[in-house]
Structures are given as C-alpha cells and as structure tokens.
C-alpha cells in the first residue's frame, strides 16, 4: 500500500500564493515520478506538473512560470508552488506517485485531493 497525505490547499484571492505538500508513506522500494492533477467541476482530471526522482520536470502550458514543483526524496514528500493564481486554476488537487514494491511494477497511486478556490 501507498498512501499519499496533501496538505496546503485553501481559499486565496487572485495573485495570491498557496503551497501544496504530498507526502507518500508504505512500504513501497522506490517511487519515480510523482506531481499532481487538477480537476474543476465538470471537466475531466489532467496533469498540472510532474517531477522523476532525478528532478526533471514537466509543467501543463497554463501553469510554467507561475508554479513551480519541488521534491525532497528523503522524505517522500512532493510540492507544488503554486503563485499568481488565476480563478482558471480554482480545482481539486491530486497528488500521484508512481511507486514499486519489490518484485512488481510500477503503478500509479493517488492521495485524496486538496481543493484549492481562486477568488475574490
């Protein structure tokens, strides 16, 4: 089992910042990539950035130069910086890792989400 705590969202007003922390427990042997999701209502749930062990990153067009993700491999931990939101970026928040156990492959594991409302 994986299981994945986030932590940091909330309510911010347009231009504000928020920090959004997931950190991954179990008794998984190794984690690659881990990031997170985003889901408004009524749309479908797509990748807002990605980190690998090794630290390269990918950002979704909409977020580079505003967010920025971050890892701390000792700890398990993911996060996401997240600064000059929009009301555009008002969704529920996933973290995911991509974890392994011995003598398996990789699988993709979810926390439950952190909501984040962009708004004056």
């Known amino acids: 089992q994986v299981q994945l705590v986030e932590s940091g969202g909330g309510l911010v007003q347009p231009g504000g910042s928020l920090r959004l922390s997931c950190a991954a427990s179990?008794?998984?042997?190794?984690?690659?990539?881990m990031g997170w999701h985003r889901q408004a209502p009524g749309k479908q749930r797509d990748l807002v950035a990605s980190?690998?062990?090794?630290?390269?990153?990918n950002y979704v067009e909409s977020v580079k130069g505003r967010f920025t993700i971050s890892r701390d491999n000792a700890k398990n931990t993911v996060y996401l910086q997240m600064n000059s939101l929009k009301p555009e970026d008002t969704a529920v928040y996933y973290c995911?890792?991509?974890?392994?156990?011995?003598?398996?492959?990789?699988?993709?594991?979810w926390g439950q989400g952190t909501q984040v409302t962009v708004s004056s």
């Open positions: 995911y890792a991509r974890a392994k156990f011995l003598y398996s492959v990789y699988d993709d594991y």
């Open positions: 179990g008794s998984f042997s190794s984690i690659n990539a």
């Open positions: 980190i690998t062990s090794g630290g390269s990153t």
